[in-house]
């Protein structure tokens, strides 16, 4: 006869795959949200209840995935990654490098494209996941109370991007000064002063970075910074070509350097939609090297992303917390690179062209 002070029995032949966390508060008698929080190990719960809670779910037999390991204090070894969508290019090889990365060390990766109180509350009150990889997109993606959920509850988390606040949260990002500086200096090697800039989202941190990285950039060619025309867009390949409708037809220029390649991509449309050649006419280049960047006509020069790397070191970083007790640096950067092909005005192989030395 079973222990149970509940007065149920579980039959022998009943499925423990049955079980939900929703049956385990019912038979116990406590809220979902309290049989979550002792489940999850949430200290504010009382001994007296959490014992109760626990009796039953050994009673039930109830420890499937996440939450076996979680009732004997281990981990779910899943983490979750929370993208704002999958329409990006990038997020397929970020994706892979964290994927790969985590299968490596016997961990799952959970995609949640909802970055919502109520995805986190799941996620952590229900015990499935043991960390948190987040994409930093802009104000909408990110709330600082979330956060401070995660941390409360000494739950690792690491951000992917340049946050506001960068100093308080753990991330990683890439060197979009130092890429931008690039592409600056490889301005100044084909003698362009007449430059356009075209920003992304006055909230993007990496937009701004790539602005000022340009700016040094130009000041190391000797070209006066404050001569550029400054444009914003929102990275869309349709802003690109409204700005580039708005600039063109009113002002003549050398080059326009996009903050990411989709607005090039706009702007290439829109020069051969009016019959201005590329590069012959005007050079064009973008950031973050996608797909599309190499096939384009002329291929575009632009800066190269490690998102596949970005994948894999923000997964390293969370397992040196979870199983070394480490703690994670406040941020790291990744290199980038120039990526010359033909949109710039060269004529030769496409080639590779580190990061200046800062």
Known sequence: MSHNENGFKMRQNEKTSKITIDIVAQKS??????????????????????????RV?????????????????GKTKTLAILLPDLLHEYYTQLLAGADTTAEEHGYTL??????????????????????????????????????????NRRIPYIVIGTPPFLDTHPAVMIDNIGGARLMAQHYGVHGYKRILFITGPDH?????????????????????????????????QRSGYEVAKRCLLQDQFDAVFAANDSMALGVIQFCQDRGIRVPEDLAV????????????????TTIRQPMYEIGVVAVLNLLRVMEKGEQVESRVILPTKLIVRRSCGCNGEPMELSNPTT
């Open 110 to 151: 959970l995609l949640k494209t909802r970055n919502t109180r109520k995805v986190f509350q799941e996620l952590v009150e229900g015990g499935r996941v043991d960390a948190f990889i987040l994409r930093y997109a802009g104000p909408a993606s990110f709330d600082e109370d979330l956060l401070k959920y995660l941390r």
């Open 285 to 300: 280049t973008g950031f973050d090297d996608t797909f599309f960047a190499g096939h384009l006509q002329p291929p575009l």
């Open 29 to 54: 008698g406590f809220s979902r949200a309290t049989v979550s929080r002792v489940l999850n190990r949430d200290p504010s719960v009382k001994p007296a209840t959490a014992q109760k809670i626990l």
């Open 204 to 236: 993007s941190n990496d937009s701004k970075d790539r602005l000022y990285g340009f700016k040094i950039g130009l000041s190391e060619k000797g070209v006066d910074p404050e001569r550029i025309v400054v444009e914003e867009g929102d990275f869309s």
């Open 57 to 73: 779910v050994e009673d039930l037999g109830y420890t499937p995935h996440s939450m076996a390991s979680a009732l004997s204090g």
